[in-house]
């Protein structure tokens, strides 16, 4: 089992839909969860970062982290064709000093 | 300024080459490391370096050397490589007791002829 699963998609929406991307993680002592979104051709940049559980909105997104679960979550509300992109779930695991990374969702906005 | 830079931005280089890749950040992190990326992969973490010393190798084969001159520098020296580690390589930093927010740079392209 990977340490973290990731949905790979890819998944299409059309403009102004609100995307829910997914991840689930099997170690329950991971505390740190973070977002990144990578355009082709480019490094990841974080968008979102959360600990523990609870919500966490910026803008247009929001992270969502249910630790009873092992769930991840983030939202991305009245999406734009700027959003397309891959988006890597990610956690810190503390004992390693290390990011472990989903394998990443490519997310297609459709004008 | 939450820039981390890397030069070039794209490389091609044969198997008997040497070549380096270079990595500068300005926000005063004390943490900085090494990625690859194959494509549709997620990144995979090479090396860390922690106040300018090596600190994490993930059994990374001896053709890749990494190097950290000064705190707001980083190196990977190339040679001999294969074509299989034709890839994209990424550094970022981030601030010591912060390890879990890392500012990713735009990366190298590498291609191995």
């Known amino acids: 089992q990977k340490e973290v699963e990731q949905d790979p998609g890819p998944l299409s929406v059309p403009e102004g839909a609100i995307v829910s991307l997914n991840c689930t993680y099997s170690?329950?002592?991971?505390?740190?969860f973070m977002w990144y979104r990578q355009y082709s051709r480019k490094g990841p940049e974080l968008l979102m970062y959360?600990?523990?559980?609870g919500n966490k909105e910026d803008g247009r997104f929001t992270a969502q982290v249910d630790k009873s679960s092992k769930y991840i979550s983030l939202f991305i509300r009245d999406s734009q064709p700027s959003d397309s992109a891959t988006y890597l779930c990610a956690t810190f695991y503390s004992s390693a000093s290390k990011i472990i990374f989903g394998s990443g969702t490519r997310l297609s906005i459709r004008p | 300024d939450t820039e981390v830079t890397q030069t070039p931005k794209h490389l091609v280089m044969g198997m008997t080459n040497k070549k380096s890749l270079k990595c500068e950040q300005h926000?005063?992190?004390?943490?900085m490391y090494w990625y690859k990326q194959k494509a549709k992969k997620p990144p995979e973490l090479m090396f860390v370096?922690?106040?300018?010393?090596?600190?994490i190798n993930e059994s990374v084969p001896s053709r890749f050397s990494p190097e950290c001159p000064n705190s707001s520098l980083l190196n990977l020296h190339l040679h001999a490589l294969q074509p299989e580690d034709s890839a994209l390589y990424l550094c970022a930093s981030s601030q010591l007791g912060a390890q879990e927010t890392q500012y990713f740079g735009p990366g190298t392209r590498l291609l191995v002829l």
């Open positions: 959360t600990y523990s559980s």
């Open positions: 370096y922690s106040y300018e010393k090596l600190s």
């Open positions: 170690n329950s002592a991971f505390q740190y």
């Open positions: 926000m005063g992190h004390r943490a």
